[in-house]
């Protein structure tokens, strides 16, 4: 059973809004296009990992979670935990393209790609040790201990992978029912109370990831952030107000809703909050009047009275 699809990718879309609205040499100095290609890589991974969860049905009494995020003695995000009467799975997918080895003196997974480049990145073992240890972690923090099991998932069954690792377990998708179907034979070692305790747990423990503002998260001066609302249609910055909507004076489209993606930029990218003035400078709107109604018609949280007002965009609102 899926008690926890896969989380909403607030980060991508922060990606998004960067490329967006920051300078062409400062988004090539972060890479906002590789960022994105790789964020957009791991999405796609982990849907065909749970494509195959949805695809195999499961006999035995069962739990998964996509996307969890916990915090023990740190932070931490496990892509997808599988939890059964055995003990818990953790399941790291790695969706990277070319040829894989793996360093035998560093930490270190080497892909080289079909033009001859090669790249490192750091080897997965570390990152399911860490979730490994801090899952444990969390566990003691409520009395509990069950075994923990670690692997990562290549989502192509194509990948050529050279070598392997004696400490990582290295999966294609449509390996992992039959591996959690073997581990099934194995003696239970959690009872049905504590099983149902640990589920229930894991939910109420888990907090989605908020990686807003991006500019403090990438520390950028929130002057380099481009102002103005975003046309939808041809992608020029700087429509006009207009009566009850917004004219772009290059391809002459109107938008009645086109200030609700640049408001929503101006959370993901530059703070939490925003006040009225700070709504008439970036929407470039001149009158109180009309920037205090186009937030108040928002889903935003408003604090505060008169000039000391202003406004908190809830997450699971964004999007």
């Known amino acids: 059973m899926i008690l926890k699809t896969e989380s909403t990718p607030y980060h991508l879309f922060g990606l998004e809004a960067l490329q967006r609205r920051l300078s062409l040499s400062r988004s090539l100095e972060i890479d906002i296009t590789g960022r994105l290609r790789i964020a957009n890589a791991g999405i796609n991974g982990e849907r065909a990992l749970q494509a195959i969860f949805n695809k195999y049905k499961l006999t035995f009494e069962h739990a998964i979670y996509h996307g969890l995020n916990l915090q023990s003695t740190g932070k931490f995000q496990i892509d997808n935990l599988f939890l059964s009467h055995q003990g818990a799975y953790i399941f790291e997918v790695k969706n990277i393209q070319g040829r894989i080895s793996f360093s035998e003196k560093t930490n270190q997974l080497i892909r080289t790609l079909d033009n001859g480049q090669v790249d490192a990145f750091e080897c997965p073992s570390v990152q399911l040790r860490r979730n490994h240890y801090l899952l444990q972690d969390w566990l003691h923090g409520r009395n509990l201990s069950i075994p923990i099991h670690t692997a990562v998932v290549f989502p192509n069954p194509r990948q050529i992978i050279e070598n392997t690792r004696p400490d990582l377990r290295i999966l294609f998708p449509n390996e992992v029912p039959s591996m959690l179907r073997e581990s099934e034979l194995n003696p239970p070692v959690i009872d049905s109370r504590t099983f149902s305790h640990i589920k229930n747990e894991l939910l109420k423990g888990n907090i989605d990831f908020n ?25 020029t910055l700087g429509m006009q107000r207009i009566f009850r909507g917004w004219g772009c004076n290059v391809c002459k489209s109107i938008s009645r809703t086109a200030h609700i993606q640049a408001i929503t930029d101006w959370f993901m990218l530059v703070s939490d909050t925003m006040n009225n003035r700070q709504c008439r400078e970036f929407l470039h709107v001149p009158k109180n009047y009309t920037a205090s109604r186009l937030l108040d018609d928002l889903p935003l949280e408003p604090q505060g009275v008169n000039r000391g007002r202003y406004y908190h965009f809830p997450l699971e609102r964004m999007v």
């Open 211 to 235: 990686p807003f503002p991006m500019c403090k998260r990438f520390q950028i001066d929130p002057v380099e952030i481009k102002s103005g609302v975003l046309c939808d249609i041809c992608g």
